[in-house]
């Protein structure tokens, strides 16, 4: 995606999850610092494979790494918003997926920012890559973009 794409729309995006602004995101300059935007994918996501059912952080056989990450900054956030974290999966491999986030002010149409991270799962144990088990790949496909 280059620079010059504009942002995914809200409607563009199967799943939401909240997160709330926290004092300490605001850095000197008065707005979220750029590396709490990193959290705030990772938080939403996690959060959403858990209460799905397809990640178990303390003893899950499958753990995922982070191998790819990126953001596109749209609008200046600071504390305190609540904002809504768009999901959404653009691709689904063996034992990879990359997943699309879109940062929203409450409420609003056009993201304040737009991120990506590529999840390779691995076994917890020897950390290889392994296939994606079922009930993770059918958690992922209802938040399938394009869908």
């Not at 996690?46 to 982070?66: K, M």
Request: aromatic share 12%.
């Amino acid at each position: 995606m280059s620079d010059k794409t504009p942002p995914r729309p809200r409607a563009a995006y199967r799943h939401f999850a909240p997160i709330q602004t926290r004092w300490m995101d605001n850095d000197v300059y008065g707005h979220v610092n750029n590396v709490v935007y990193y959290s705030f994918f990772d938080t939403a996501v996690n959060r959403f494979l858990i209460e799905g059912g397809a990640l178990d952080i303390h003893e899950g056989e499958v753990i995922g790494l982070v191998v790819e990450t990126g953001c596109r900054y749209f609008a200046s956030l600071a504390f305190p918003e609540r904002l809504e974290a768009g999901i959404g999966v653009s691709h689904i491999g063996r034992s990879s997926v990359r997943y699309e986030i879109g940062l929203f002010m409450e409420g609003e149409h056009t993201p304040a920012a737009e991120g990506h991270f590529v999840h390779v799962y691995v076994d917890r144990q020897d950390r290889r890559p392994t296939s994606l088990p079922e009930r993770f790949r059918n958690l992922l496909e209802t938040i399938r973009l394009g869908a």
